[in-house]
């Protein structure tokens, strides 16, 4: 069901009179879905989908549609992968040959919209119920596939990406400024947010029905819950690996070749090694690394070390087929521009780049991969959780005490009470446990702002880098059966021997020495002093030039003497994790390159 999805929904036009604007939507998305797409049209309703094939599914042909005697009848469009899909088969009474298609059908009308609430994967979906004169959109779990919407007078855009709602004429591009700061601090969105006004994302593990005439309306189908846990830590060790073994047994691919991402950590490893255990031919890993880390590399907290050593390290320990990608500074820079194009929201730069030419890599081998990403976020894995002086403050422990772009906007535009009250926001949606106190209590809270906030900028990366190769990159580590039943184990239990101390317990079977003793090394990022120089020239120019359109945006005097700073070296000892002062910039630059290439609007 891999692909992109878009889809049209409106009670005053005829859409079989606009089959060029649904069809000029549906294109947009042929990087995700490279092997063929098709159109379903009706007066009032349209929706569009681009296919990835992967080797084994049984797939059906979408849109797919439950004819009915009168009218429009039922039609979905969905972009994803059902990994319970036998399960629920079984439990409809369908016959085994039945497709993904035929099962989600079948799954709707049988339990109407709650039939999301049956599913475990990564998927995103749109049902069209011309009999109620409803539109379904639901996502996964934890967000893993995206879904945007639009909703105007009259009707609804929706699809896969925002370009898919772009290329319809109804929707101008304008900047939201009441978001510009947290435009500036992605780690700071909020579920459902994006830049552009108007402009809408269906959240993670919710659904979203629409009826023509009235406004879409929002509900969560899953949310984390918090209950005493029973288990000792030896039987918690074991069930975790129960669960992780499930998981990733269910997100193999049913024939053909298999990637996985290998950086020699404890989350990569532990998938991958798993992986290799159960595919019956050689499982193929992949590691990136900088042609400059000889030369420029240099430690900081939040990476010590480089990967490639401990990656093939461990592939040897597994017996994989191991790959490492280097990039240069020219091969980043080219991929840029794609990367953008990946997300249609700005991005992150150098650091998207190089995901993206690791998937580039990997595609050519296969079309599924597995990712060891978000373990840190739910087994507690950033030393930042292990500094009293961070969690303790009421605020964000992540943002440190360094300086901040949204902190040099125009007055007009800096909403000083923003982090505050979205701090405010998410303390009170916290499941919190009766009676639970002290730290156990605060990381709670600790851990689920950081999968409320930064848990999505990891995950979109990795989803759109992918997917804008043809490339379905699977993440054991978010099945959400997995993911509830650590939220509940005490952090005195989960990272009382340090971070992610119960992930390796439950892995250290399968993990080799290197790995287990290896200190937590965030995703790499190039350091390049040429780059660095690159960024700080970018911004004096977004900052200073009067033909820059977000000139007017920022505090020029006080920026200017921040980049100054920057340019100098001064910074880096007040970034999080000792960060190159030019990093800060990368989401000023990016926001240039976005608002230019996508023509948007930001009077």
Same mark, same amino acid.
């Given at each position: ?18 089959a060029?604007?649904?069809?000029? !939507?549906?294109?947009t !998305?042929a ?16 929706? $569009? ?7 084994g %599914? ?12 009168e009218?429009? $009848? ?9 990994y319970?899909?036998a ?8 016959s085994?040959? @039945?497709?993904?298609?035929d099962v ?5 009308? &049988?339990h109407? %919209?709650?039939?999301?609430?049956h ?18 959109? %639901? ?9 945007y ?15 898919g709602?772009?290329a319809?004429?109804?929707f ?9 700061t947290?435009?500036?601090q992605?780690?700071?969105?909020l579920?459902?947010e994006?830049?552009?006004a ?5 959240k ?6 629409? %009826?023509?005439?009235r ?9 984390l ?16 690996r129960?669960l992780?073994?499930d ?19 404890v ?6 090694a798993?992986?290799a255990?159960?595919?019956p031919h050689?499982?193929?890993?992949y ?12 430690p900081t907290e ?7 050593p401990?990656?093939? @390290?461990a ?5 994989s087929r191991?790959?490492t ?8 820079l080219?991929?840029?521009p ?7 929201l ?12 690791l998937?580039?890599r990997?595609?050519q081998? &296969?079309?599924?991969?597995l990712?060891?990403?978000a373990?840190? *976020?739910?087994?507690?894995?950033y030393p930042?959780?292990?500094?009293s002086?961070?969690?303790g ?9 360094g300086?901040?772009?949204?902190d040099?906007?125009?007055p007009?535009?800096a ?6 009250a979205?701090?405010?926001?998410l ?5 919190r446990?009766p009676?639970?106190r ?12 950081g999968?409320?906030?930064?848990? @999505? ?12 190769? $043809? ?11 997995l ?9 005195s239990m ?6 992610k101390?119960?992930l390796?317990e439950?892995?250290?079977?399968i ?14 990022h ?11 020239? *970018? ?18 005097p ?7 700073r920057?340019?100098?070296?001064e910074?880096r000892?007040?970034?999080?994790? $000792? ?7 990368v ?7 976005w608002?230019?290439?996508y ?5």
């Open positions: 069901m891999s692909g992109g999805l878009v889809g049209w929904i409106d009670h005053e036009r005829d859409l079989t009179q606009h060029d604007v649904v069809r000029a !939507m549906t294109d !998305m990087d995700r879905g490279p092997d063929g797409g098709a159109l379903h049209l009706t007066r009032h309703a349209a929706l $569009g989908h681009r296919h990835l094939a992967l080797p %599914a049984a797939e059906g042909r979408q849109p797919a549609v439950f004819p009915a005697p009218g429009d $009848g039922v039609a979905l469009a969905c972009d994803g992968a059902i319970n899909l399960a629920v088969r079984r439990s409809l009474g369908l085994p040959a @039945a497709t993904d298609t989600l059908l079948h799954a709707y009308l &049988t109407g %919209a709650d039939f999301v609430t599913l475990t994967g990564a998927f995103a979906l749109a049902i069209w119920d011309g009999r109620q004169r409803r539109l379904l959109l %639901a996502r996964d779990h934890l967000g893993l596939k995206p879904l919407y639009h909703a105007y007078p009259g009707g609804i855009l929706f699809a896969s990406l925002p370009r709602i772009m319809n004429p109804l101008t591009p304008r900047l939201d400024h009441s978001l510009m947290m435009v500036l992605p780690r700071l969105t579920a459902g994006t830049p552009l108007g402009l809408r994302e269906v993670p593990a919710h659904v979203v029905t629409y %009826a023509p005439g406004s879409p309306v929002s509900r969560a189908y899953w949310r819950t918090s209950e005493p846990h029973e288990h000792p830590p030896a039987r918690t060790a074991e069930r975790v129960e992780f073994d998981a990733v047994a269910g997100q193999l691919p049913a024939s053909g070749p298999c990637g996985a991402m290998l950086s020699g950590g989350d990569s490893t532990s998938v991958a798993l992986a255990r159960l595919l050689p499982l193929d890993t590691c990136v690394e900088f042609d400059s880390d000889e030369e420029h590399f240099a939040l990476r010590p070390d480089v990967d490639a401990y990656a093939a @390290a592939a040897r320990f597994m017996g191991h790959t990608l280097t990039a240069t500074m020219p091969d980043l080219a991929a840029i794609a990367t953008r194009r990946a997300r249609d700005p991005g992150w730069g150098q650091f998207d780049a190089s995901m993206y030419l998937f580039q990997m595609r081998d &296969t079309r599924v991969a990712s060891g990403e373990a840190d *976020e739910f087994f507690g894995g930042y959780l292990f500094k002086e961070l969690v403050r009421d605020a964000f422990p992540w943002l440190g005490d300086p901040r772009l949204a040099y906007l125009v007009e535009l909403r000083d009470g923003d982090e505050k979205r701090y405010a926001q303390m009170g949606e916290v499941p446990l009676g639970e002290g730290l156990d209590a605060r990381m709670r809270e600790v851990l689920y702002l999968m409320a906030g930064p848990l @999505a900028v990891v995950l979109d990366r990795k989803e759109r880098m992918s997917a804008a190769q $043809g490339l379905h990159v699977r993440l054991p580590f978010c099945d959400h059966r993911v509830q039943y650590v939220w509940n184990v005490p952090w989960k990272c009382g021997g340090g971070l101390s119960l390796k439950a892995m250290a079977a993990l080799p020495p290197s790995t287990l003793t290896r200190q937590k090394s965030a995703y790499p190039v350091q390049n002093p040429a780059h660095d120089q690159a960024l700080v020239r *970018e911004a004096t120019w977004i900052v200073n030039a009067s033909e820059s359109p977000l000139r007017a945006m920022f505090d020029a006080r920026l200017n003497d921040l980049l100054k920057i340019g100098a070296g910074l000892a007040q970034l999080p994790g $000792g960060s190159s002062g030019a990093q800060l910039l989401n000023l630059v990016e926001l240039n390159a608002v230019r290439d023509r948007v609007s930001i009077s």
